[in-house]
């Protein structure tokens, strides 16, 4: 037979777990909030716990009681945080639309682009580094098949790899950062280039 109390403890017992967890979750995610900047503005290896910790509020055990370690932060900041605001603003891209795909493309770069280069000079020397690149590198392979499915899907299919690869390529943030920051193009001029690239890809012959 219950007990008394047992019918009111139980609704309490659990409210105090869920907000245990919304308190721990909150602060996970002020951790990663609080790490995003220091990595986007610093390399690798000058971010340190304590400034994660520092700009979170908590305790550096805190951030390594929630991530374990800084490459822990990192990858963690790369899967729920920049990967999917990269994958909202890239899913705006009408399919086929090559002006729509390549605006779409200069427009994610044009935030993220720099960060990402700092990024892939960084690959060799941290594994944690290396395996956002290759997270990255894999998305964007996925976002041109999409972006590209109705010029795709016309190929036969042992062309379909190669075109895309190639698309890939063109599109890709180095290819952007060749055009906007070591050749010094403006935006407009740098779309156009790479509408031209895109096009030479497509009117090809394989």
Same mark, same amino acid.
Not at 3 to 21: C, Q, V
Not at 27 to 50: C, G, K, M, Q
């Given at each position: ?43 690798? %290896? ?11 509020? #908590? ?13 822990? #932060? ?33 427009? %994610? ?11 892939? /000079? ?31 899907? /016309?190929? %036969? ?30 935006? /407009? ?13 497509? %009117?090809?012959?394989?």
């Amino acid at each position: 037979m219950s007990s008394p109390n047992e019918n009111t403890d139980h609704p309490r017992r659990s409210y105090r777990l869920g907000a245990r967890a919304q308190a721990l979750q909150q602060t996970r995610l002020a951790i990663l909030e609080a790490a995003e900047p220091l990595f986007n503005d610093r390399w690798y %290896d000058e971010v340190s716990l304590s400034d994660i910790a520092r700009g979170a509020g #908590v305790s550096q055990q805190t951030v390594i009681n929630h991530f374990g370690s800084k490459e822990g #932060v990192y990858l963690r900041g790369i899967v729920d945080l920049v990967g999917p605001r990269i994958t909202k603003f890239r899913s705006r891209v009408r399919p086929g639309d090559l002006t729509s795909i390549i605006n779409t493309a200069v427009g %994610d770069y044009e935030q993220t682009g720099l960060g990402a280069m700092r990024m892939r /000079a960084q690959a060799e020397r941290f594994d944690g580094v290396a395996d956002a690149v290759r997270y990255g590198r894999q998305a964007h392979r996925t976002w041109v098949e999409t972006a590209f499915g109705p010029q795709l899907e /016309a190929r %036969d299919a042992g062309q379909r790899t190669v075109i895309a690869d190639l698309l890939a390529t063109v599109l890709d943030v180095a290819t952007w950062h060749q055009l906007r920051h070591l050749d010094g193009r403006g935006v /407009a001029r740098t779309k156009a280039d790479l509408r031209r690239l895109v096009d030479g890809v497509l %009117d090809c012959s394989i």
